[in-house]
């Protein structure tokens, strides 16, 4: 087994298990696959109709999807999950009127300060990929803006309603808003919350498009780029739990089957992505989103070809996307090669992991921080918390708001 063929046991962590593909399946596909899908889902083990609501509502920002579904193929859900999730879906169309709506303004404020600012996330997913809205559940507004134009962005948005308070910052450096309708806004100044996989973001929204959200133009980025976006995110990020990554990555690929795919591995390549990036590929492929196996085989090849590094960040991916539960990790190696590169990981990770985790600014800083290492995972095992540090819980150990 290869260093990567190891690290992949623990990547596995990153994708749904069975029940919840069964799920996705149920939601995204047409015909006799979206049907016999559901059927398995509501057949799993322990399932009942008592409880059909309930385990539904885990993965509730999928239920808009599922009742189009059932709408379509005709999925026999019965009248409580019927009714459950029509009520949801009406819910969802409400939420998103009022989120297009100040989601807009918001751009307008910007537009008419002279920032350059760019939808991101659920936003421009929302408004160019899915057929609707309400379809795509919109926590908050993400924007992409440059880090020198950032106050002056905020000011603008203050103008639209939107203030700062006690948590303004933003795991990757950006500034946290809500608006006075509790509607919270991020103006993100990097793409990535982890800074090893950061990029220029005059790189990331080159080939940026125009789209009219009611009336106001708004800037998003080209859809190989969303794409891209939506991938590394799922890759460190506890949110992906709530499975929106899968449906975002599927309506990208679905709206778009001109994608550019060498500009995908392109930026998965820039952006150091590849080790989690090509587990998660096959995963998609398997799910039956249309990826050429050119470019699955490519971005397997780049993972293969990676450094140490690109391992270890992409574990302490793993470690923040479920909840820094190390135990979980380990009984997912299944093999002593795995055990040992989750040990050295743990232990002894690279220094370019270090620096990219605990965001060292100058490398003597660097042995403070393989000190710290051990005993906070030591404090961790002992008191069931989290250590102390909140810089290390800001990045590659920590999840990154949806």
């Not at 700062?164 to 950006?174: F, K, M, N, Y």
């Not at 710290?372 to 918390?385: K, M, Q, S």
Request: some cysteine.
């Amino acid at each position: 087994m290869t260093a990567h063929g190891a690290t992949a046991e623990l990547l596995a962590l990153l994708l749904p298990g069975p029940d919840e593909t069964a799920l996705l399946e149920a939601c995204l596909h047409t015909g006799a696959r979206a049907v016999h899908a559901w059927e398995r889902w509501r057949a799993r083990p322990g399932a009942s109709s008592a409880t059909v609501c309930r385990d539904l509502a885990r993965t509730r920002t999928l239920l808009p999807l599922l009742a189009r579904s059932a709408a379509r193929n005709g999925l026999a859900l019965g009248p409580e999950a019927l009714a459950y999730v029509r009520a949801a879906a009406l819910r969802e169309e409400v939420r998103s009127v009022r989120v297009r709506r100040l989601a807009a303004q918001a751009l307008a404020a910007l537009a008419a300060a002279g920032t350059t600012a760019y939808a991101a996330r659920g936003v421009a997913l929302a408004a160019t990929v899915y057929e609707s809205w309400s379809l795509r559940h919109c926590h908050d507004v993400d924007i992409l803006v440059p880090a020198a134009e950032q106050e002056r962005a905020v000011r603008a948005l203050a103008g639209a309603g939107f203030h700062g308070g006690p948590r303004r910052s933003t795991a990757d450096g950006g500034a946290r808003l809500v608006h006075g309708s509790g509607l919270a806004l991020a103006a993100h100044t990097r793409v990535f919350a982890v800074p090893y996989y950061e990029v220029p973001l005059d790189a990331f929204v080159r080939s940026a498009r125009a789209v009219d959200l009611d009336g106001t133009p708004a800037r998003v980025p080209a859809p190989e780029a969303l794409l891209v976006h939506v991938l590394g995110h799922a890759t460190y990020s506890a949110s992906r739990a709530n499975l929106r990554w899968v449906a975002d990555a599927w309506h990208v690929v679905a709206a778009h089957p001109d994608l550019d795919w060498s500009d995908v591995v392109a930026r998965v390549a820039a952006s150091r992505l590849a080790v989690p990036v090509a587990t998660v590929v096959g995963y998609l492929a398997m799910l039956g989103v249309s990826i050429p196996d050119s470019v699955a085989a490519s971005l397997r090849e780049l993972a293969a070809r990676s450094d140490r590094a690109a391992q270890d960040v992409a574990l302490g991916g793993v470690h923040a996307a479920i909840a820094s539960d190390t135990a979980r990790m380990w009984r997912a190696s299944i093999s002593w090669r795995g055990r040992l590169r989750l040990i050295r990981w743990a232990v002894a990770p690279s220094r370019a992991y270090m620096r990219s985790a605990f965001a060292a600014a100058h490398a003597w800083s660097c042995p403070i921080y393989y000190v710290y290492r051990p005993l906070r995972f030591l404090a961790r095992h002992l008191t069931g918390r989290p250590g102390p540090w909140r810089r290390a819980r800001a990045s590659t150990d920590s999840a990154a708001a949806a």
